[in-house]
């Protein structure tokens, strides 16, 4: 059965204003607005719809981590609607996640429109994802950990830090990988610096990036998504994401990578 909600400290968090809007191309799909932003979509009826272009490139890196449909470990840092852990839950049956999140009350919204789905192994810790990936660190190994950490449309400014990285890194199993979702404004400053600070974090891991082609070359703002893996990205990743779309879709690796993050050098 679903596993229940675990606070790591009582902060005191500023309300904000939560609703869901029906969603208008399917009968059953909502979007989850926090003061007016869209965070997520869920369709409760089916959990492998998914709405948001970012969202569905990081589906296909979680489709392409260990074996296909196989049970994975997965850590979450930052709920949402709990859209991707729905989404492992469907697709790779007995899986075991843990999601981490600061808000109680949005966390609690969210369960009341959207409860978890029956038999779901899905921990729900309400805690500072900094100090989470520093208590995680005595627990099993996660295959995968997934970093969407947003308030409104800012995200912490720790996410650029190498330490906070190397935490994530440290938290994987073998073959494991991060995935970051990277909300940025046209040339790419939020995504160097956090593409930087893993690098910094293990200057061995293998980088990715995939995202729409206008947004990867700087030229407007978007969503990135960053694959960090310190043993190697999963084989046919780079294949998989394109080929999944959405579509226009483009994928920076290797030397292409380093050019349009760090510069020619």
């Known amino acids: 059965m679903a596993r229940g909600i675990r606070s790591c400290h009582d902060a005191l968090v500023t309300t904000p204003r939560i609703e869901f809007e029906a969603d208008v191309f399917s009968p059953s799909g909502l979007t989850l607005l926090v003061d007016g932003a869209a965070q997520s979509h869920v369709d409760p009826l089916d959990a492998t719809r998914l709405f948001f272009e970012y969202v569905r490139r990081i589906a296909h890196v979680i489709d392409g981590?260990?074996?296909?449909?196989?049970?994975?470990?997965?850590?979450?840092?930052?709920?949402?609607?709990?859209?991707?852990?729905?989404?492992?839950?469907?697709?790779?049956?007995?899986?075991?996640?843990?999601?981490v999140d600061h808000d109680a009350e949005l966390v609690d919204t969210v369960l009341a429109r959207l409860p978890l789905p029956r038999g779901a192994d899905i921990e729900i810790v309400i805690a500072d994802a900094r100090d989470a990936v520093v208590s995680l660190a005595s627990v099993p190994p996660f295959d995968l950990v997934v970093v969407d950490l947003y308030t409104r449309l800012e995200a912490p400014a720790f996410v650029d830090d190498p330490g906070f990285m190397?935490?994530?890194l440290g938290l994987l199993a073998p073959g494991g990988v991060v995935v970051v979702n990277v909300?940025?404004?046209?040339?790419?400053?939020?995504?160097?610096?956090?593409?930087?600070?893993?690098?910094r974090a293990d200057p061995g891991a293998e980088l990715l990036v995939a995202g729409d082609p206008s947004v990867l070359a700087g030229?407007?703002?978007?969503?990135?998504?960053?694959?960090?893996?310190?043993?190697?990205?999963?084989?046919?990743?780079?294949?998989?994401?394109l080929a999944g779309?959405?579509?226009?879709?483009a994928v920076l690796t290797g030397h292409r990578l380093d050019a349009a993050i760090w510069g020619a050098c």
């Open 166 to 168: 190397g935490g994530c």
């Open 219 to 241: 030229a407007e703002e978007g969503n990135a998504v960053l694959v960090a893996a310190p043993r190697g990205l999963p084989a046919g990743l780079e294949e998989r994401i």
């Open 245 to 249: 779309g959405p579509f226009p879709g």
């Open 183 to 199: 909300a940025d404004a046209a040339g790419l400053a939020r995504l160097g610096a956090q593409a930087r600070a893993l690098a």
């Open 65 to 99: 981590v260990a074996q296909p449909g196989g049970p994975i470990r997965a850590l979450h840092l930052g709920g949402g609607a709990l859209t991707l852990p729905r989404y492992v839950t469907a697709t790779r049956p007995g899986s075991s996640q843990v999601v």
